[in-house]
């Protein structure tokens, strides 16, 4: 099984450049999560799909930020136009039963 | 509203000392569970053990142990004789039965010094 496997691993971009960060979960599960990590705020959890449909966005911050799970094996997560306090680690996590299982995590820069 | 304060921000002992890292959780749920996570220096969240609300039985894994009061909600985590490799920030965290929500707390990170 090779884990919830996330691209890039990192990304430094500039300020207004579109970001798209990729996550593909563990084959069967069918919860997917996005979190974001910071220091000032922890881990937070940004949006909740469930058999592919968004069910909590919630945690979106802005209408900047955008998630989309066209099918079971991928995910994607947007942010149009990217500000630098959008610099982060982007965890993806799925899960199937009642722990989460999360990926490596994408740190974005933003400058 | 859920909650797990973990008052021990960092933490430093020297290698082959015993740690352990509290967790302490609020919740009204009845049903609920229990979870730690590792994240060590490459960033990675590694999941190392989930307990349900119904089972206080204390869990041993190798050097790791933890202990699950109900009594004082708390869910501590005690690493025996320490090494280096168990250097990462430890997160406790907390979903209701049913729950998609995971209610993480701030970190403790553990420095374990050679």
């Known amino acids: 099984d090779a884990g919830v496997i996330q691209s890039p691993r990192h990304e430094v971009t500039e300020m207004g450049q579109e970001v798209t960060l990729r996550c593909k979960p563990i084959?069967?599960?069918?919860?997917l999560f996005w979190y974001r990590q910071t220091m000032m705020r922890g881990l937070e959890l940004l949006i909740y799909?469930?058999?592919?449909?968004?069910?909590?966005d919630s945690g979106m911050p802005e209408d900047r930020f955008s998630a989309k799970m066209p099918n079971a094996s991928f995910s994607t997560l947007k942010i149009q136009p990217s500000e630098p306090r959008d610099s982060a680690v982007y965890f993806c996590?799925?899960?199937?039963?009642?722990?989460?299982?999360f990926g490596p995590g994408t740190r974005l820069t933003v400058l | 509203a859920q909650k797990v304060t973990q008052a021990q921000t960092e933490i430093s002992v020297v290698e082959k000392e015993d740690v352990t890292l509290d967790c302490v959780y609020e919740t009204r749920d009845t049903t609920y569970y229990l979870f730690w996570y590792k994240q060590p220096p490459s960033g990675e969240l590694v999941f190392l053990i989930r307990?349900?609300?119904?089972?206080?039985q204390n869990e041993i894994s190798g050097r790791y142990s933890w202990n699950f009061q109900k009594s004082t909600s708390s869910f501590n985590f005690t690493i025996t004789a320490s090494q280096v490799v168990d250097s990462a920030v430890y997160f406790c965290a907390l979903s209701g039965a049913g729950s998609y929500q995971l209610t993480f707390g701030k970190g403790t990170k553990l420095s374990v010094i050679p």
């Open positions: 996590a799925s899960r199937e039963g009642l722990a989460k299982a």
């Open positions: 799909f469930n058999n592919n449909v968004p069910i909590d």
């Open positions: 084959s069967g599960h069918n919860s």
């Open positions: 307990r349900n609300s119904f089972d206080e």
